[in-house]
C-alpha cells in the first residue's frame, strides 16, 4: 500500500509541475490564478503523503500551501492592481523554495539508494538562477539592454528548469519504490 501511495503522490507533484510548465509556455494560461491554485494544490498534497521519505517533502508542502495563499491574495478580485503586482514578485521567494526544497527531497531519496546527488544540487543552481534573475529584472534597476538579456536567460532557464524538475522527481520516484519493494 506504501508503494501505491507514493506513486501517486510523485504523480501528484509530477502533475502540478506540468501544470506550470504549461502556464509557462503559454500565454493564453499565463494568467490564469485558478489552475494556478490547482497546480501549488497537487502539489502541496503530493508532497505532503510523501513527507515520511524526507522531512523536505514537509517543507515543500508548507511553501506550496504559502504559495495557494499568494495566489488567492493576488487573485483578480482582491487587491489594486499595484499591491497584486508588489506580492507578485513577493511570491517568486516562496516558488524559489518550493523548487529546491523538491529537489533536496529528491537528494534525499537518491542518497538513501546510494546514488550520486550532484546532479540535484545542478538543478536546484538552475532553478534558482532562473527565478533570482525574474525577481531582479522585475524591479527596474539595471539598464534596458541588461534587463532585456537577462529576462531572455531567465526564459531559457525557467522552462528548463521545470523540465528538469518533472525528470527528477520521476527519477525520485523510481528509486524510493525500488527501495520500498526491496523492503518488502
Not at 88 to 96: D, G, H, K, R, T
Not at 124 to 131: F, H, K, L, N, R
Not at 134 to 148: I, N, Q, R, S
Request: charge should be neutral.
Amino acid at each position: 500500500m506504501n508503494v501505491l501511495k507514493s506513486y501517486y503522490a510523485y504523480l501528484g507533484i509530477a502533475a502540478g509541475i506540468v501544470i506550470k510548465l504549461a502556464m509557462l509556455g503559454s500565454t493564453a494560461l499565463a494568467g490564469n490564478w485558478m489552475l494556478e491554485l490547482v497546480a501549488y494544490a497537487v502539489i502541496s498534497a503530493g508532497a505532503l503523503s510523501q513527507q515520511q521519505a524526507s522531512p523536505w517533502f514537509r517543507r515543500a508542502s508548507i511553501t506550496a500551501d504559502v504559495l495557494i495563499g499568494f495566489t488567492v491574495v493576488c487573485g483578480p478580485a482582491v487587491l489594486p492592481p499595484y499591491w497584486g503586482d508588489i506580492l507578485e514578485y513577493a511570491s517568486l521567494v516562496p516558488l524559489i523554495l518550493l523548487g529546491c526544497m523538491l529537489l533536496l527531497a529528491a537528494a534525499d531519496q537518491m542518497r538513501a539508494a546510494g546514488r550520486q546527488v550532484i546532479l540535484e544540487w545542478v538543478l536546484v543552481a538552475v532553478w534558482s538562477t532562473g527565478y533570482i534573475l525574474w525577481l531582479v529584472m522585475a524591479f527596474g534597476w539595471l539598464e534596458e539592454p541588461v534587463v532585456a538579456q537577462g529576462l531572455r536567460i531567465a526564459g531559457m532557464l525557467l522552462p528548463l528548469a521545470h523540465v528538469a524538475l518533472l525528470v527528477d522527481m520521476f527519477r525520485a520516484q523510481q528509486q524510493y519504490i525500488r527501495m520500498e519493494v526491496d523492503k518488502s
